[in-house]
Antibody, heavy 120, light 107 residues
Framework: QVQLVQSGAEVKKPGASVKLSCKASGYTFSDYYINWVRQTPGQGLEWMGW????????KYAQHFQGRVTMTTDASIRTAYMELSRLTFDDTAVYFC?????????????WGQGTTVSVSS | SFELTQPPSVSVSPGQTARITCSGD??????AYWYQQRPGRAPILLIYRDTERPSGIPERFSASTSGTTITLTISGVQADDEADYYC??????????FGTGTTVTVL
């Protein structure tokens, strides 16, 4: 079945970087953008950006510009999101989700989420 | 970027109808989506393209639009509907935004 499976929980110190993965299965990887969404404790959903696996093009939310890098490895159907210069405010659950390019079908499949804790 | 505003909370008795609004200037020109999120879980897509329902989503979830406001309606609310609900849209540049979120409490 269609799935996005994310990597395990991470604990990082302030100033460090974290790189999360999101492995896709059950569909044509290149047909769907991968978006990253985070949720800080007790707060709402925050869109971080997307990557087009077909071309490698990206769009990042202004809030994360200069700190986030999204990449893919089509050979293993995996998307990555790296966030640098972590602060305590980056403690959150990070989700990957897909949407079909240009279809306006919404984020129809989500990963299970990866918890990132930033602690000194 | 733009903003989407939702009421923080909505309370409803079982069997009654819950309505959740989402307001934003971009909504007359861009599609809107609704997601349900239960505690500790990933969101689930409830509505896409303003009013369309994905397969597997019960018919008691519906949506409507009017100008800068979209409304999610949950008819015949069940205890299982207690969750957070988020609207979402995107501008023409591909920047997506989620609404502020609404907690639905079933009394």
């Amino acid at each position: 079945q269609v799935q996005l499976v994310q990597s395990g929980a991470e604990v990082k110190k302030p100033g460090a970087s974290v790189k999360l993965s999101c492995k896709a299965s059950g569909y044509t990887f290149s047909d769907y953008y991968i978006n990253w969404v985070r949720q800080t404790p007790g707060q709402g959903l925050e869109w971080m950006g997307w990557i087009n696996p077909n071309r490698g093009s990206t769009k990042y939310a202004q809030h994360f510009q200069g700190r986030v890098t999204m990449t893919t490895d089509a050979s293993i159907r995996t998307a990555y999101m790296e966030l640098s210069r972590l602060t305590f405010d980056d403690t959150a659950v990070y989700f990957c989700t897909r949407d079909f390019s240009g279809s306006y079908n919404g984020f129809d499949v989500w990963g299970q989420g990866t918890t990132v804790s930033v602690s000194s | 970027s733009f903003e989407l505003t939702q009421p923080p909370s909505v309370s409803v008795s079982p069997g009654q109808t819950a309505r959740i609004t989402c307001s934003g200037d971009v909504l007359p020109n861009q599609y809107a989506y609704w997601y349900q999120q239960r505690p500790g879980r990933a969101p689930i897509l409830l509505i896409y393209r303003d009013t369309e329902r994905p397969s597997g989503i019960p018919e008691r979830f519906s949506a409507s639009t009017s100008g800068t406001t979209i409304t999610l309606t949950i008819s015949g609310v069940q205890a299982d509907d207690e969750a957070d609900y988020y609207c979402q849209s995107a501008d023409s540049s591909g920047t997506a935004v989620f609404g502020t979120g609404t907690t639905v409490t079933v009394l």
